[in-house]
């Protein structure tokens, strides 16, 4: 099984960065100074990749290597341009299908809704370049290999993508508990994007305000939430239902 290749040391995250390699997430030691930092710092901000300021005691858990106060992952699949994506996949269908999550950060939640992406047929998945689930070993297991089949696009916000959906005639619907509206009130046939939130607190509310509809599933029992992959598995398969 193919898992997310870890590269340490501040040159060897800057030559990585120069030659284009998918970078998940970068981890920097808090306090570090330089100017070899400095450079790396600005290519981070640059290529608007995901980047956290930890301990040193977590960048020597990550490695036992000389890491120098910089650990970076890089991904096993590249990540596609919401643009580039779009374009190939109208050349397939009128009616798109697409899946944003905002923030999801359960590798495992990824890797299960990435699963049920594919077998209903999702054309893109998009995520937010900081704040989600990275692309790793568990994510790659929990979703039987999928990752490799579902084209998945970062933005720097969701609602980037959002607007630009909207743009090119596709309508967003956001699944969230804050609406009368049920997900078999909303029509999928048409081209759709279907946002799901994270698992703490739901879509960020500045998301929901863009989204052209809201939809809740009816829970009938006294816990009120479902779990996010579970809840999109629902969204999905309704989905395919008035698409048949």
Partial sequence: ????????????????????????KVFLQKGLKGDLFKELESLINHNKINASYVPIEKLNKLTQNNHQGAV??????KFYDIEELHEQVLEKTSTPLYLLLDQLSDVRNFGAII????????NGIIIQSKGAAPVNGDTIKTSAGAVFKV????????????????????KVI???EKTED?????NFKDACAIIMGSEGRGINPSVIKVADYKAKLPLL?????????VACGAFLYEAVRQRR
Avoid: W
Wanted: aromatic share 6%.
């Fill in 1 to 24: 099984m193919q898992r997310t290749t870890q590269i340490f040391g501040l040159r060897a995250i800057i030559e990585a960065i120069k030659a284009d390699k998918n970078i998940d």
């Fill in 72 to 77: 970076a992952q890089i991904s096993p699949i």
């Fill in 115 to 122: 699963r049920t992406a594919e077998c209903t047929g999702v």
């Fill in 151 to 170: 084209p998945i696009c970062r933005v720097s916000h969701i609602k980037d993508a959002v607007f630009f959906l909207q743009a090119s005639g596709v």
């Fill in 174 to 176: 956001a699944a969230t």
């Fill in 182 to 186: 049920t997900l078999y009130d909303i």
């Fill in 221 to 229: 029992g006294e816990i009120e939430s479902l779990n996010v992959s």
